[in-house]
């Protein structure tokens, strides 16, 4: 059965590119060639649904329906939390913690992305409450994100088979081994322990054995100025075929190709790269075969530094 009224899908569609920039928040977008392929590939949906015979059109129409005012719905709810939150006044002691707990995370966050690993274990292992202040300043921002990456990734990893093992570097606070600790083996590591499902340890020297693990994530824990020590990591301790899941902020990339290029030095296979809400880039690996150089050129990441508010 052909659909009876293609004017639906056409304002389902004009919903979804009004819900995308919602989500970007006026946001410049970084690469707008990319909003022209969403668009054709929207059109070339459109004519595909108008064209082919299917007694489930108007289901599917229903449903994309019922999903982006979902979208919205929760959009709606979260501002109107944010206002709410903002009437309350807050006292001048209050306040100034405040603006001290985000002057200490600044520059924890400044130290981590300019030292190499193991004086970032250090610096923590001096100062035993710079990791709580440090994931403390880390929480507030990520409710501010248009979306957290963890939550992109976790997805994914519900399809792996109840035998996978999973190896979290740059946990904080073990998200994945919470959701997913049940299901698969979990290892979750970080520079700091901060509760049972977690061990510390440098990300250059991974206290797991070599090949024995199908999925290593790095989500927003590539800082170190030894990252290529990250990647060499990974590639031990990974089977053959396994995959690496990579989630950084876009502004990182001072040169994506060249970043992804030598990744595939490193032995890997680019499977897929994916950028989310224009901000936060997705990468996939797979393990194909042994490293041809140990540090390659285009290996780097900018510094992710926040502003003084």
Request: charge should be positive.
């Amino acid at each position: 059965m052909l659909i009876k009224n293609p004017d639906k899908v056409e304002i389902i569609f004009v919903m979804a590119e009004e819900n995308e920039v919602l989500l970007s928040e006026t946001k410049k977008r970084k690469r707008p060639w990319r909003a022209a392929v969403r668009k054709a590939a929207k059109k070339a949906k459109l004519v595909e649904l108008k064209s082919t015979p299917s007694n489930e059109n108007e289901e599917i129409l229903k449903d994309i329906k019922e999903k982006f005012k979902l979208k919205i719905k929760k959009r709606k709810e979260k501002k109107r939390a944010l206002k709410v939150d903002k009437s309350k006044p807050k006292d001048k002691k209050e306040e100034l913690v405040d603006k001290l707990t985000s002057s200490r995370f600044r520059y924890l966050n400044e130290q981590l992305y300019t030292m190499d690993s193991a004086d970032a274990k250090n610096l923590f292992a001096e100062d035993e409450t710079a990791f709580q202040a440090y994931h403390k300043g880390y929480r507030s921002q990520v409710e501010k994100w248009p979306i957290n990456p963890v939550n992109v990734i976790i997805k994914h990893l519900r399809k792996l088979p109840a035998e996978s093992v999973i190896v979290d570097l740059g946990c904080g606070d073990a998200k994945i081994a919470k959701t997913l600790g049940k299901k698969n083996t979990v290892h979750s590591f970080d520079l700091v322990s901060n509760n049972p499902l977690v061990k510390a340890c440098d990300m250059s020297n991974i206290p797991i054995e070599d090949q024995s693990a199908d999925v290593v994530v790095f989500c927003l824990s590539l800082m170190g100025t030894n990252l290529a020590d990250f990647i060499r990591e990974a590639h031990r301790i990974l089977k053959t075929g396994g995959i690496v899941k990579i989630a950084e902020v876009w502004s990182r990339f001072k040169n994506l190709k060249k970043f992804l290029r030598a990744l595939e030095q490193m032995g890997f296979k680019v499977a897929n790269e994916k950028l989310l809400n224009d901000y936060f880039e997705l990468i996939t690996l797979k393990k194909i075969g042994k490293i041809e150089k140990k540090r390659p050129l285009g290996l780097t990441l900018e510094p992710c530094f926040y502003k003084k508010r």
